[in-house]
């Protein structure tokens, strides 16, 4: 799901809740779901507080998420 529908399934108050578990604003986070860049950190914020409904690869696509997810899974297969 891309973060404007699912920003805008969200009532005031589930709204005020990701800003604040993501340590943000409501307007910063409205800021990006009509379509500013977020930073990386913010991106996986969003993606765990959302509960993978959104992915970072939708907030991030010039990011090799792929890349990331491959070495965390290959670093604890390792372990």
């Not at 409904?53 to 491959?70: F, G, I, N, P, T």
């Amino acid at each position: 799901m891309d973060f404007k529908t699912f920003w805008l399934s969200l009532s005031g108050i589930e709204r005020s809740a990701l800003a604040d578990s993501c340590k943000t604003s409501v307007g910063h986070l409205r800021n990006i779901a009509y379509g500013k860049k977020c930073g990386e950190k913010l991106a996986i914020d969003i993606e765990r507080e959302s509960r993978g409904k959104v992915r970072v690869e939708s907030l991030r696509d010039d990011v090799d998420w792929a890349y990331l997810r491959r070495t965390s899974h290959d670093a604890t297969a390792a372990a």
